[in-house]
Structure formats: structure tokens, C-alpha cells
């Protein structure tokens, strides 16, 4: 799980974010940050400084699409560099600034993720402390959330014509065949948007409506949007030669035979049980993605800024695009392990094998090797940190044998063979100090950490560091039981020092199944939220841990640390258990770089002679 770029590397990326989502609820925005690569005049500026050259603005402009590829393709480690730390500037002279264009932002879960044509992206989930949560009786909160941080419309030429030309080359959507990879569907990245006056949060119709006046409501709505919708493709698409600019939405309804309050009464319907959204958009930007201006400006590439206010959507995009694309090198090395095993190989060999299957089963662009191979540049990245917790019973439980050398000096009778964990640091807090002692050990867990010292800084000297936690750690406010702990502590008999954490953790765990293993289950429960130090005194009178739960001075404590760390846990279960049965179409949340992928993808498939090479991978843009 350490090796960058790994099915586990990705999987327990995916558990990490799917625990913050349980812990820390949804987050308020889904974003992607394109590579604009050909299009970053200082980027081939920098490249030509390595070669001893300077070029100016006129120089770069006029280099040709290949030029550009060549200087590119040659200089993988420059590019890969650069991207990142495009991104991390972007967060700390952007996002993290006090003009929050986005909201205040305190947590974050970040990707990197490859194009086809070989460049990398950024995915991100970002929560933010400002947001308002959507329901019934803050629509307006929200929507007024959401208008001041997001746009949906083609900028005035006049006016701003720089952010005019971003907008028009960066967000524009082009219908292309990727569009209609669904049957019945027209375009699988829902373009051309609806076009509205103001934002519209749609809301489902009561339960208390009958059934069959339900159906007709739901029925009428889908005619008259579907009619809007064939409109706005025919006449609305800058794309066709019959695009007409002069249209306003009285000429769309005039010319389909519905009125403005029926085209606005249909949008204001949810056909589901959740709320949908539509941002507010003019009659001349049905093609234009979601953007914020401070990104575009700032990141000068396609930027795409989703607001998410449901836990399904929320769960469907991490599932879709934190750990995509490994579905197939994951079998590979699932049937290369099981050859090994029925060929009785030894480890070595076993390894090799496993190896190889890794290793040959997909094709990596020259910058993901830059990216997999230099420890300085990250593929994932998230705050607050995750920390995993074992509750498995004790003759389960994974221990990690000390050093070779730390085993030497031990005496011949000592049974002193594992390392130090939380958990056995847990019952060595020290008792002195209340509000510590107090803790139970998802609290303690997240609070505290053993400081680990770094031997080698060579990693800051070879790529600055820009995006740090310190900078979000400000954004945050300590609470109650955050300000009662002290800074460092040390524990009983020993000389380990743990420090407190700014900004407490994300607990990670697995929960055993309450019908299937009940004892397990409890014990579990008991283990993370109950505090205690002797771990066989977690079992009740009768020697179960269900008869403990249920003390009455024992299943409050345990019922109250519970929701502080599970307040979302039966949503998110929902959600995960409703995208297993739902499997087929999946809704594009990135669609510039879903469709550019699609359109490669669907040209090497169209090609019988194209042949790649490893070492010539010839970006696409």
C-alpha cells in the first residue's frame, strides 16, 4: 500500500476519503484542475532556461503544435514538476487565501490523476466551514452560497475579455461521439445545460401526493424539459451552423408552444428523492461548464467546480475518480498470485511474478514514472491526517516485529519483540492529567501522534514544499476538548513523548457486522469509544462484551463518543450500498477530461496501425 500508483495504494486512498466523509460529512465541492501543458508559455520558458536559453514571449508563441510536443515529451521530470507545483501555489495563493473564492476551506483530499494523452490532472474533494447545509428551510442560504463562489455563463467580451478567452477555450463543451457512448442518451456530460434566470434548487414532490397524480406531474415535466432540451441543442450549440445568438428564452418558449412558468415550474421539480441543482445560466452559455473566476485566472486551464450536497453523488464520485482505472492491473495481479501459489513457487519467485504482472499490465506515460518513481512529488494527499485503528480481538490483532538490531540488545528471556502502537500507547497515557485519562481511544487516536524525525531532508531540497498543512490549520478553530489537552504528553513507563495534533484525525476501522458477529461487534464498539486501560475488562459479568454495551452507566458514554466520529456512517452506507446496485451508467463529474480521454481512447481503438512506443508518447491536446 506504500508503493505509489497500486491498486492497494489506491484502496486505501479511497477507505481514507470514504472515513472522512463519515466523519467530517460531505464535502462542499468536487473540483478538477486541468494540464494545460501546450498552453503555459513560462513552462517551455523554464525548459529553455535548463538548456541554457532564454525565450521570450514571441519565441514561445511561435513554436509549432510539435515543437511544443517534443520540448514536452523530452522534459518529463520538468513538466511533472511544474504541475505540481502549479497546484500547490494555486492552493496557497488562491484557495487559501482571505479572499476564500471558494469558501473557507479546512479539509481537502486531493489525486492526481493521467489523461490519455499523458498528462496529469488534479481531482479534489474540498470541504469548507461556510457553506450552508441544503434542506427545505435554507434553500435560499445555499443558493446565495452558491452564486457568490460558482458561474455557468460566458463572460461579457467587452468587459473582461481575458477572462472572456479563458472561458471560451477552457469551458466550452463540443458535441463529439464520447457523447453518446450511452444509448438513449444525447450527451453523457449533460450538455446543453438548461438555461435560467437565477439558480434553481429542485426540490422532490411530497410523499402525501397521490401516486398516480405523482406520475402524471413527473410525466409533464419530463415532456416539457425534453422539449427545451431539443431546443436548445438545435439553435443554442455554437457548434452548428443554425446557432442563433439572438435567441431569447421568450423566442425558445414561443417557438415549442409552452409558457415561462411552465418551463420554470418543471425545473423546479426533482424527478428523485434528493434535491437537484441548476446554477444560473443565460439563453447564450447552455455549453459552458462550471467555473470560478479566481481559478481560471489563477490556474489559467480548465477548472471545473461542482457543488455536492448528497451523500450518493459524494460517494460516486470517489468511487469513480479516486480509484478508477485499476480495476484491470488489480485482476492481473490477483491471478498472477494464485499461479504462483498452484506452481508452489518460493516468496522470491512469487514476488517476481507478482512483479512482472504489476509492471506489464498497463501503460504508464513518461511524467506517472516521474511521478511513481521521485518520492518529492505526491499522487495523493489529504487533511486532516487518517490514522487506521485495529478493534479486532487481541489474537487477531496484526503486530509489527521490532529492527533486527532492536532485537540484539533485547535479554534472551524477554517476550518485549513488537513495536510500539496506538494502541498499547493508549494504555500508557498518563493518568495525572483528567482530560487525558478521559479519552477514549478514537479520541486519543486522533488527537495524538508519535513524532517520528525525519533522517534525510533531501525530499524539501529537490521540490519546495509550498502546500503545508499549517497554512489550513489556521482556518481552524480549537474546540472545547481540543484546548484542555496539553501540547505533548508522556507515557507510563516509558520515555515516548506523543505530541497533540492541530487539527485532530480521521479514524479509520473496520466494523464487524453486528448480526453475523455480534461479540466481535461489541467488542469493537467498546474498544474505540469506552475508555479504558486493561482490554480484558472490556467484557461484561458474564464474560461477553454485549452484556458490558448494555451497562447503564457504560452504553451512554460509549452511544455519545459514537456520534462524534459515526455521524454520517448510516448515510454513507446507504449511498455505497445504492452505487453496488446501480452499476452501469455513471455520471460524468469531470467532463472536459472525460470527454478529451474518450476521444484518445476512441482513436487509438479506431486506428488498426497506430502503434505507441513507450518512449514516444505523443501528448494530445
Known sequence: RQIPGTPPYWQKFMYEVVAMVKQLGIPTWFMTLSCADLRWPELFQIIARTKGKNMTNEEV??????ERCSMLNLNPVIVAKHFQYRVETFFTE???????????????ALRIEFQMSGSPHLHVLIWTSDCPKLNKDNKQAYIDFIDKHVQAYLPNEQEDPCLYELVKTYQKHSHSKTCRKYKNIRCRFSFGQFFTNRTIVAEPLSDDIDEHIKTNILEKRRET??????????VLNPSKPNYDSTLTESDVFKSIGITED??????????????????????????????????????????????????????????SYFTKDETECSQAIINAAREAKDANMDIRDGLRKIGAAFLSTREVSSQECVYRCMPELWLRKIFPAAVFVSTDLPDRRVRIAKSKEKLEELDDESTDVYKSNIIERYTKRPQSISSVDNLCLAEFASYYYKDYKKECQEIADAQPQVLSDNLIECQHNSGNIHCLLPDQIRLIDTNEIMKRRKVKAVIRYHTPNKRKEPEKFFHHLLMLYNPWRDETKLLGSDGTYASKYYQPDIQPIVDNNRSVFESDVSAVTEALENLRNNQGIIHSYDSMNDQENDEIQSEVQDDPNLEESFNEQIPSH
Open 61 to 66: 508563441s511561435a513554436l509549432s503544435y510539435s
Open 94 to 108: 488562491v484557495l487559501l487565501s482571505n479572499a476564500n473564492p471558494i469558501g473557507k476551506i479546512v479539509y481537502y
Open 225 to 234: 424539459l425534453t422539449l427545451v432540451k431539443d431546443k436548445i441543442d438545435d
Open 262 to 319: 411552465q418551463y420554470y415550474a418543471a425545473l423546479s421539480i426533482s424527478p428523485d428523492s434528493d434535491f437537484e441543482l441548476h446554477l444560473r445560466r443565460p439563453i447564450d452559455s447552455c455549453f459552458i461548464n462550471n467555473y470560478f473566476v479566481a481559478g481560471i485566472k489563477g490556474f489559467a486551464a480548465n477548472v471545473d467546480l461542482q457543488p455536492v450536497f448528497n451523500h450518493y453523488k459524494c460517494i460516486t464520485y470517489v468511487c
